[in-house]
């Protein structure tokens, strides 16, 4: 039996986790809905021992200190590494495209960029996400429950990913055995907020929220901090290595698969 080692099970890890059983791996895990406390290091160090590969998807700590390489960094030699990182570590570009050749560590996810390097200095493959969206976790909700919000910021742009797109990545880093190093995983058409806002307003036949500034939209300042960068994440590489092609290359494609059957 193969068996692979998820460190925190949440929304992402859980949709990879159903696909890696699904090809017959055996799956144990930290997390909400994992099998293991990550605070029982016993058990945790027993089950890295039997299992071949590990990914995380755990959140930098205090003082940007990942807490798996932290307090298990000496178990994981010799394994498959994955680690589900963000494409907040390139920064604010004003609207212009990145790869992973682009430098690291320069806006405002300084915790993310170490670990981010961190793991990459292990001969991790490192999967640096955008927004990821998809069932139940969508624009379409925010809309359902009226807390979308269209912003008046010119030239405003991100990108994005279907969470099953990201688990097909991971899937395909999985069995191609590509080189070690950072993968983008984003859709091919970056957009404004705006146009998706729009977009679920229209599939779900719903009035469109007024345009507004910053200020008059009173975001928390996690959700002012999303627009305090801009840039369009281009996802070459992993098309050219990991011969990924996302299922819902745009957030068309993909609004409307969330759209229950009529």
Known sequence: MRRFFIFGLGYTATRIAARLEADS????????????????????????????????????????????????????????????????????????????SAPTGLGRRSARSNCDAEWLARGARVFRLPGIYGPGRSILDRVREHRAHRIDLAGQVFSRVHVDDIASGVMLALEQAPPSGAYNLSDDLPCSQNLLVEEACRLLGLPMPPLQSLDEAQLSPMARGFYAENRRVANGKAKRVLNWRPEYPDYVSGLRALLPPR
Do not use: I, N
């Not at 058990?43 to 890295?48: D, G, I």
């Not at 959140?59 to 994981?76: H, K, N, R, S, T």
């Not at 498959?80 to 570590?89: A, I, K, M």
């Open 25 to 100: 791996w055996e799956v144990v895990s930290t997390g909400s809905g994992g099998t293991l406390s990550f605070d029982d290091e016993g058990s945790v160090r027993m089950a890295l021992a039997d299992c071949s590969h590990v990914l995380s998807s755990v959140p930098p700590g205090g003082e940007g200190v990942d807490p798996v390489l932290e307090q298990f960094g000496d178990a994981l030699a010799g394994k498959w590494l994955g680690y589900l990182s963000s494409t907040g570590v390139y920064g604010d570009t004003g609207g212009a495209w990145v790869d992973e």
